[in-house]
Each structure stands twice: as structure tokens, then as C-alpha cells.
């Protein structure tokens, strides 16, 4: 198995562009996960997938996010208009309903000037 | 509210030695708790978990133990290697009608020395 797959690796925009980052989970997962990694807040849930349904969205920050998962095995999180407190590292992450454990793809390095 | 902390963000431990790392929670709700190892530029990789009707568990260097009166968990690792050093996360679960969503601490630093 692939993993989790994200892409882009890294993105650099400028402030006020559309941003969307891509994730396709592990096959075979039915929850999917976003997560923002920051020096100041650590690693922060910002929205969840249970069989593509979202399910708690409590840590979107702002309207300016907003995440589809149109199938089982993919998922978009777009931010528009981007800001420079935007910059992170997104990671995308998909699990089996139990236990817990969760498969975290290698991360989108977002850095917004 | 920070429902999972871990309040040491670094560790350093020579080769050889034991290394603990801790991790405490106030929901009484958790009922599954797990480490992630983080590595720079990777996604975090699982670890070992234990579930809230166990007080151990073992997976061959990785020990996790779990006191809950406490709601206090560590992660013991014997012997420390260098490919040890990563960020460790705890990570809390509760269980709930529409799947489980993970609560992580802000994380470890631990630097195993040569």
C-alpha cells in the first residue's frame, strides 16, 4: 500500500490566492482526517470524514477553509482567501473507525507571503 | 483547554539508557490512548496504543503505561538508540457514535546521544 498521499508537497502563494491541497487516503479507511501543524498550537484537528460525511468541522478556523470529500478516496482542504498566519504544515491522515489509529500522509508545507 | 499535554518539550538521553516520556490528560472520557513518532519533513507514524482497560502494554523496545486515577501515561523505551530521535505525541480517543477523533499533546523532543 501507497500510504496516505498528499500533494503538494510544498506550496508558496501569495496572500489573497486560492490555495487547495490534495489528499487521497489508504484504501480501505473510511474516516479521513486534517490536521495543521504551528510552533504556536502544535497539531490541531482542523476537520474530520466518516464515510465522506464530515462529521466535526469545530477547528476550521474561519470561512476562509473549507474541506470536500466528494468519494472514499479523495479529499480536498481549500483556503480562500490564503493569509500569511495561514502558514503551516497540513497533514492529511485516514483511519478505520476503531480503534483509533491513524496513517498520516508526508505533509503540505504551506507558506503564504 | 488543553485536554492532552505532555510538559517537558525536550528529553535528552545517552545510548543505552532508558527514556520516558510522559503525558497527562483531564477527560475522563479518553478511553484509548496512542504514541506517534514524528520525524522532520514526515507525517507522524504510529507507534503503540493502549486501551483504558489495560495498564500495559509491551511491543518490544516500547512500553506504554497507563494510570488512570491519574490520568497520567508514559512511554518507556529500552534501550535508547539514535534512530530514536524524533518527536513522540501522545494522542487521546473517545469513542464516540460517529467514529473516533484523536486529541494530541503538543510533543517531545527526545535526542538519544551517541
Known amino acids: 500500500d501507497a500510504g496516505v498521499i498528499q500533494s503538494p508537497r510544498h506550496e508558496v502563494t501569495e496572500m489573497g490566492q486560492e490555495v487547495t491541497l490534495r489528499c487521497k487516503p489508504i484504501?480501505?479507511?473510511?474516516?479521513l482526517f486534517w490536521y495543521r501543524q504551528t510552533m504556536m498550537r502544535g497539531l490541531e484537528l482542523l476537520i474530520y470524514?466518516?464515510?465522506?460525511?464530515?462529521?466535526?468541522d469545530s477547528g476550521m478556523p474561519e470561512d476562509r477553509f473549507s474541506a470536500k470529500m466528494p468519494n472514499a478516496s479523495f479529499s480536498t482542504l481549500k483556503i480562500q482567501p490564503s493569509e500569511p498566519r495561514d502558514s503551516a504544515v497540513y497533514f492529511c491522515?485516514?483511519?478505520?473507525?476503531?480503534?483509533?489509529?491513524?496513517?498520516f500522509g508526508p505533509g503540505t508545507r504551506l507558506t503564504v507571503t | 483547554d488543553q485536554q492532552v499535554k505532555q510538559n517537558s518539550p525536550s528529553l535528552s538521553v545517552q545510548e543505552g539508557r532508558i527514556s520516558i516520556l510522559n503525558c497527562d490528560y483531564t477527560?475522563?472520557?479518553?478511553?484509548?490512548f496512542l504514541w506517534y513518532k514524528k520525524y522532520p519533513a514526515e507525517g507522524p507514524t504510529f507507534l503503540i496504543s493502549?486501551?483504558?482497560?489495560?495498564d500495559k502494554n509491551e511491543d518490544g523496545r516500547f512500553t506504554v503505561f497507563l494510570n488512570k486515577s491519574a490520568k497520567h501515561l508514559s512511554l518507556h523505551i529500552v534501550p535508547s538508540q539514535p534512530g530514536d530521535s524524533a518527536v513522540y505525541f501522545c494522542?487521546?480517543?473517545?469513542?464516540?457514535?460517529?467514529?473516533?477523533?484523536?486529541?494530541f499533546g503538543e510533543g517531545t523532543q527526545l535526542t538519544v546521544n551517541p
Open positions: 491522515a485516514s483511519g478505520k473507525r476503531n480503534p483509533g489509529e491513524q496513517y
Open positions: 484504501s480501505g479507511h473510511n474516516s
Open positions: 470524514f466518516n464515510n465522506n460525511v464530515p462529521i466535526d
Open positions: 477527560n475522563s472520557m479518553f478511553d484509548y
Open positions: 493502549i486501551s483504558s482497560i489495560k
Open positions: 494522542a487521546a480517543s473517545r469513542e464516540g457514535a460517529s467514529g473516533s477523533r484523536l486529541t
